[in-house]
């Protein structure tokens, strides 16, 4: 399946690609995850986005498009992906457009996760990611010492753009530049919305459902 998963900063995108993409057998790229491992690293790439990811800004969609571009060309695109992040601007969907082309290949669905916009910054206030393995967490109870990564045993930490004023930047950035591909992909009937209200694993099964529909 050729998946796109789409939704609020905080509505659980990453959380919930990790677990589909197990589930799917498919590989499951962010784009997030990729800049922040660049940045990590300290390649040029992380050098140059940095400033973009402390502020809260959109990477330059040729930037992202080429890194995309070279990610689905690997082997193990070739079957299938999940995109998570990807596309956030129309232009990013033009540049995806092209790129489906030239490989001839189709859209399956794209997954709309949704969340009102005062429970995504609840959930991201009180969000913590494992410096180890990238899973997501929960800050601890005020006055208790953070617990360790469930997954990996790893250290919790905030991550840096889940501050409050980068929080509402993102949030801008969202409604502004990545909530008009709603209507471009409600028009190519690629649209699939899903409640993104609810635990991790009643979410988890609204997508399973909802890619069953796609798929049958
Ligand atoms: P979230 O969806 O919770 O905001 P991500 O991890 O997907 O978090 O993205 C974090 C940051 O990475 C974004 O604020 C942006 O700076 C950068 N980024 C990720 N994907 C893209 C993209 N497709 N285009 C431009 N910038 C991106
Ligand atoms: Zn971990």
Redesign the pocket.
Known sequence: MRLELMG???AG??TQARRLSGARGVPHI????M??EHVRKATPLGRK?QA??DR????P?SV?ADMVAQRLAAEDCQAGYLL??????PE?VRALDAILARHGWQRSAVLLLEVPEAEVVARIANRRVCAGCGAVGRAPRAGTAPDPCTACGGRLEQRA?DREEVVRE?LK??REETAPLLAIYRQRQLLVEIDGVGTEAEVFGRLQSALDRVAA
Not at 30 to 33: F, K, L, M, R, V
Not at 56 to 59: A, N, P, R, S, W
Not at 84 to 89: A, I, K, L, S
């Open positions: 609020p900063p905080g995108k990453g962010s784009t997030g995850d800049f922040r986005a973009y990811l809260g800004e959109l990477i969609d992202v998570d992040g990807f596309p956030r601007t990013q753009d993102r950035v969202y």
